[in-house]
């Protein structure tokens, strides 16, 4: 028989009940079952993968080899395992938590096939929460390079390798890593590979997160962590040395792999472990990073800047302080000065901190970061004569002179989200819709921001709007829309006369935002109206 086109591997440890769905998608594959090889190991599971995957071979005679195995610790061993076994043209790995698109493997294969590919990413999609990379699946490529497309941004092992270039270098999987051994595997199988392509037109690889965070890899320490990424800078010093590419790679593991050191898991630890975990993190970016550290930091957002320079001091407790804010979700106020911005972040200024007001300047577009902490504090319906009209005071997070500012219901019309197959509102142009009344200026009372508060008449025509701020602040415009903190209670539909009675809501929409609903009202039992009260219903429930 001729060797089949690809090779599937499976490494499964306690991975019920996803385990089926990863494996009846490997069955349903267009590229037929017959032009696959499937390797499955189970190491050491006691959850009955292991007898799963005896029922699915059975079922595939011929097709699918199973090896049990005592557990080894991690993926790497059963990995090896099954790579020894493998006789397709093609390896592909699947995780035993996620799942295949039915067309998957053969659209993977006919890209290798026609562009001579050693390597091609299929576009993933992260379920449940599963964070995937989205960079380099921008758009379909024959041929990609390793800097500036994204590819150091995705370095796990679930993509299609042509066999042949992992024989020829003899690439294995290093089972002294338990966890992240696929990220030394994969970017030795890039650096060595000729082609490397990009299928993103079409999802390919479904990338599950299990219930309760119940895989290895989110429960990863320190330790570990720090050797996966000593282990990938090693290798591109031993194969291409200092360069363009060892510095992409040291951003990512700088913003991605030792940044999630630094997480809930690290409040979570004892002063003494916290004090270790500090130490060993700056022993690395000495060791690995040194000098180079200024020289990337522009690349670094402003939290990850403050983070290393915190933990090249050995200041645990300010580093806890900055992984605290991170994990709350509590952004600094943003201070607008002259042609820059700085988040202020603690330490800002102080006498002592040895840290340079670059470390805290914010680099490129920050109107998403101001709409981030621009709020809604207050709303309420007033009649300004005969016209109905709405106050509202908004918080926004900036520090320092605010020059002009707009605050103002900008027409928008409903659209579909289909990344999230929900409606959402979007700006329906340049009309600003009514204009606003008085506006007052004036600082916070905690000194945390500035302070907007307007009075905007309301028209009695069928309409959507987005409560929207414009400021000019530090030389510069800045286009906001305002969000609703979750406690805020929105004033209730009321109805006023106009040339027909209309009922007038304040509402939230899906992008977390105010949005203002005009609509006709013939009667009291008008829909909106209704709407209204079945979700005070739902809540109060």
Known sequence: MSAPDVTV???AYNAMPYLRACLASLAEQTIGIERIQIVAVD????DGSGAELDAFAARHPGTVAVVHQANSGGPAAPDNRALDLATGRYVFFVGADDYLDREALERLVGMADLHGSDVVFGRMVGVDGRS??????RSTEPRIGLVGSGALYALSNTKLFRRSLIEEHGLRFPEDLPIGSDMPFTLEALLRARTISVLADHDCYFAVRRRGDANITFHAACEPRLRVAVRALELIDERVGPGEIRDELAVRLLKVDVARIFGAGFLAMDEPHRDGCTRA??????RQIGDGLQRLEPRLPVPQRLLYRRVLGRDSAAVAELVGMDVEDRLPSTLLEADRAYALYPGFRESGSGIADDCYRLLGPIAGRLGRGTRLVSAAWVLDGDRLALDVAVHLPVVGTVDTAVLRLADAVPAVDTDRKRVRLVPAGEPPGPAVGELVIEPTADGS????????????RPSVHELRATIDAGGA?????????????????IRWNGARHHLAAVEPNSRGGVSVTVAPSRNPLDPLLRAARVRARFWRR
């Open 9 to 11: 591997i499976v490494a």
């Open 43 to 46: 190491d050491g599971s006691t």
């Open 132 to 137: 995937v990379p989205r960079a380099v699946f």
């Open 281 to 286: 993190t700056a022993a690395f970016v000495e």
């Open 449 to 460: 921001g500035t302070l907007l508060r307007a009075r905007i008449p309301v028209e009695p």
């Open 477 to 493: 415009t800045y286009e906001i829309a305002v969000r609703r903190p979750r406690a805020f209670a929105l004033p209730r539909a």
